[in-house]
């Protein structure tokens, strides 16, 4: 079963106005949770992870998700999208064998 | 530091070949991480190694395999390629093991396989 379930392939927004990329997640308990980014033809970076020591994790680039329990979400944010942050992201968890398993991946667009 | 690296970059087989793809972990790193992703599709698990024991295979026919290396370098080896093989090779190292115990991933840029 999938640990992770990204809620859209593809979101599309006007540069300066607000990002939101959603995962939900599957588990029993508060897993290790990370986003990565992936630029094309670029490996994988990390944006961010949550490990439980807070719900609100910030992360590199002006982005940053809440650890929402209780509705099982781990969604991306930023602020302010730039032309920059076109690019696949990925939420990513532990499945239930404890390995490190990817969403399908959300397509960003940035709109001029 | 050097990052996650990996060999080849690129490279092309045709169907019925076999292909030996290769990583280099952080240093300080003994978990190595194996991921296949396809054109537009995300990651899926390979394998994992830890300590040069098998800690975890993903749903992948024999054909694929891999092994550690007591530097901790490993090597992912796909016998009998198909079409259907061509897609980007990823390789991560990590501290640990588990995913759930802030496993954090460190990929390389990844070899590309194409399969005609």
């Known amino acids: 079963a999938q640990s992770v379930t990204q809620l859209d392939s593809h979101v599309s927004v006007s540069e300066g106005t607000p990002v939101l990329l959603r995962c939900n997640y599957s588990s029993s308990y508060s897993p290790s949770l990370f986003w990565y980014v992936q630029h094309p033809n670029k490996g994988l970076q990390l944006l961010l992870k949550y490990t439980s020591a807070a719900t609100l994790v910030k992360g590199i680039n002006g982005f940053e998700a809440e650890f929402k329990k209780s509705e099982t979400s781990f969604h991306l944010t930023k602020p302010s999208a730039h032309m920059s942050d076109a690019a696949e992201y990925f939420c990513v968890g532990p499945n239930r064998d404890d390995k490190i398993i990817f969403g399908k991946g959300t397509r960003l667009h940035i709109l001029p | 530091d050097a990052g996650v690296t990996q060999s080849p970059t690129h490279l092309i087989k045709t169907r019925g070949q076999h292909v030996t793809l290769r990583c280099s972990p952080i240093s300080g790193h003994k978990s190595v991480s194996w991921y296949q992703q396809v054109l537009g599709q995300g990651p899926q698990f390979i394998f994992q190694?830890?300590?040069?024991?098998?800690?975890g295979r993903g749903n992948f026919p024999d054909r694929f395999s891999a092994r550690q290396f007591p530097n901790y370098s490993s090597e992912l080896n796909v016998n009998a390629l198909l079409l259907g093989d061509s897609a980007l090779y990823l390789c991560a190292s990590s501290l640990v093991a588990s995913g759930s115990n802030s496993g954090e991933l460190f990929f390389g840029e990844g070899s590309r396989l194409t399969v005609l």
């Open positions: 190694y830890y300590e040069k024991e098998e800690r």
